[in-house]
């Protein structure tokens, strides 16, 4: 249980998707390679801008670790409420969570995050672990604010005694209220994520059609010192105002 304590489940989730590592990779590259054509019309220009390439793939990186973070948020829902019904048959908390393993692998695969989560589970109660510090490891690697809530709930339920398929009940029904309002909210800023991603393309599409109704227009741009001082203006400013939207899309989406 030690390493897994030190890997963030959510990150650990991401890096076993080699195919989207490569896509991404590739993705990045070919990002580096187009706005080395489009300003400087040289494939040279790719060795300056490689650092641009390696952000862009761990914001994406960074922005699929999120997605994954609230699919794990809602697979923990289904997972609780399994749990829950499996208490009001008899169960105990422990074989509960075992049992439901079965279920989560029905809904969402044996490859989901969920399912990877119980199998922890599964295998340090074999050694002995008690479920609350297990629980309380996973909400750890894991960096969700729900599940966090339901390990305290769920130590404390387990300790002082209580109907424990009423609280799990209760927090999985918090946890779906919680899910349920970023949603809406996410769905509110959607059309704003798509105004920014229209004005984004928009400067490369008008420059294209300028170019391909007038080829020839900006040669004298390129392969020679004002050209290059000019262009490299024009990427500074078009970085700073796509990194600008996206702090505050940022901002927004972490203020909910």
């Given at each position: 249980?030690?390493?897994?304590?030190?890997?963030?489940?959510?990150?650990y989730?991401?890096?076993?998707?080699?195919?989207?590592?490569?896509?991404?990779?590739?993705?990045?590259?070919?990002?580096?390679?187009?706005?080395?054509?489009?300003?400087?019309?040289s494939?040279?220009?790719m060795?300056?801008?490689?650092?641009?390439?390696?952000?862009?793939?761990?914001?994406?990186?960074?922005?699929?670790?999120e997605?994954?973070?609230?699919?794990?948020?809602?697979?923990?829902?289904?997972?609780?409420?399994?749990v829950?019904?499996?208490l009001?048959?008899?169960?105990?908390?422990?074989?509960?969570f075992?049992?439901?393993?079965?279920?989560?692998?029905?809904?969402?695969?044996?490859?989901?995050?969920?399912?990877?989560?119980?199998?922890?589970?599964?295998?340090?109660?074999?050694?002995?672990?008690?479920?609350?510090?297990?629980?309380?490891?996973?909400?750890?690697?894991?960096?969700?604010?729900?599940?966090?809530?339901?390990?305290?709930?769920?130590?404390?339920?387990?300790?002082?005694?209580?109907?424990?398929?009423?609280?799990?009940?209760?927090?999985?029904?918090?946890?779906g209220?919680?899910?349920?309002?970023?949603?809406?909210?996410?769905?509110?800023?959607?059309?704003?994520?798509?105004?920014?991603?229209?004005m984004?393309?928009?400067?490369?599409?008008?420059?294209?059609?300028?170019?391909?109704s007038?080829p020839?227009?900006?040669?004298?741009?390129?392969?020679?010192?004002?050209g290059?001082?000019?262009?490299?203006?024009?990427?500074?400013?078009?970085?700073?105002?796509?990194?600008?939207?996206?702090?505050?899309?940022?901002r927004?989406?972490?203020?909910?």
């Open positions: 249980m030690a390493n897994s304590r030190q890997r963030d489940c959510v990150k989730s991401h890096s076993r998707k080699k195919g989207e590592l490569l896509w991404t990779a590739a993705l990045s590259v070919v990002i580096v390679a187009f706005l080395a054509y489009f300003f400087y019309r494939v040279w220009a060795i300056p801008l490689a650092p641009i390439g390696a952000v862009f793939f761990r914001t994406v990186r960074r922005k699929r670790a997605r994954a973070k609230e699919e794990l948020k809602s697979q923990f829902r289904e997972c609780i409420l399994s829950s019904a499996l009001q048959a008899g169960y105990s908390a422990e074989n509960a075992v049992e439901c393993g079965e279920d989560m692998k029905l809904m969402y695969g044996e490859g989901s995050q969920i399912c990877g989560e119980l199998s922890l589970i599964r295998r340090g109660l074999n050694i002995n672990i008690s479920l609350e510090e297990l629980i309380r490891d996973f909400a750890r690697r894991s960096s969700c604010e729900e599940i966090s809530q339901f390990a305290r709930i769920f130590s404390l339920a387990k300790r002082n005694g209580g109907n424990m398929a009423a609280i799990i009940r209760s927090s999985a029904a918090l946890i209220k919680q899910i349920e309002l970023r949603r809406e909210i996410q769905t509110m800023l959607s059309g704003k994520r798509m105004e920014l991603n229209i984004k393309i928009m400067p490369f599409g008008i420059l294209l059609y300028i170019n391909i007038n020839g227009y900006f040669d004298g741009l390129y392969h020679n010192l004002f290059i001082a000019v262009m490299t203006g024009c990427l500074t400013v078009y970085l700073a105002a796509y990194s600008l939207g996206e702090l505050v899309m940022d927004m989406t972490a203020s909910i």
